[in-house]
């Protein structure tokens, strides 16, 4: 390098921005399971990350886009989408990831949040927007079996994922049944069995 040439900028991976977005979210995620949705302001999750006020609204626009940001990052997180090879085995092994994480004052802060409505559209928009995420990532799950002949074309992806979760939410939320540990497997064989039922 000649003394004309400037010295290339080195750029750490994972530097200020990185830190700043995870100790930012790490707030919001802590302010939702102490204070809940409608407690959340960006205000309080600036001062738990320790940054400024604007530093959030420039990255992230508006409350309602940091708690989407927020959930999605903790679910992604808590709930990952496995790949066993195998329908079966994907969506037991999911089902048993969620119960794992309702059984977290995280996992449980959310689902208690997902329950309540909303008179602010923005936030109705988060949330909507919020759970066609989730739908997505895990209805590869469903895709895939398709794809390798192990469920129908026609296989409705919402509904599979909404019997296979809705009673492991159900039971997390209302509190009145444990979730006992084969329950993933078998709510999984009884959505296979009437999935494959109707072929």
């Known amino acids: 390098m000649t003394e004309e040439e400037p010295e290339p900028i080195r750029r750490r991976p994972g530097g200020r921005a990185a830190r700043v977005r995870q100790a930012v979210l790490a707030a919001a995620m802590e302010m939702l399971v102490e204070e809940g949705i409608t407690r959340l302001t960006v205000a309080g ?8 006020e604007t530093t959030v609204y420039r990255r992230w626009g508006s409350r309602e886009k940091l708690v989407l940001d927020a959930l999605l990052t903790g679910s992604n997180e808590g709930i990952p989408v ?7 085995t994907d969506l037991a092994a999911f ?25 602010d559209p923005d936030l109705a ?16 799950i469903i895709g895939r079996a398709v794809e390798r002949g192990e469920l129908p074309p026609d296989t409705d992806t919402a509904l599979a994922l909404e019997l296979l979760c ?12 444990p979730i006992e540990p084969d329950l993933p497997e078998r709510l999984t064989d009884l959505v296979l069995d ?6």
């Open 95 to 119: 089902a048993r990831t969620l119960a794992e994480y309702l059984a977290t004052p995280t996992g449980r802060s959310v689902a208690q949040a997902a329950t309540l409505g909303s008179d």
């Open 194 to 199: 009437g999935l494959r039922g109707r072929t």
């Open 45 to 52: 999750v600036a001062a738990r990350a320790g940054v400024n």
């Open 166 to 177: 809705s009673p492991l939410q159900s039971r997390a939320l209302l509190g009145h049944r």
């Open 125 to 140: 928009e988060a949330w909507q927007a919020f759970w066609q995420s989730r739908l997505d990532q895990a209805g590869t």
């Open 82 to 88: 496995p790949d066993t090879g195998a329908v079966r």
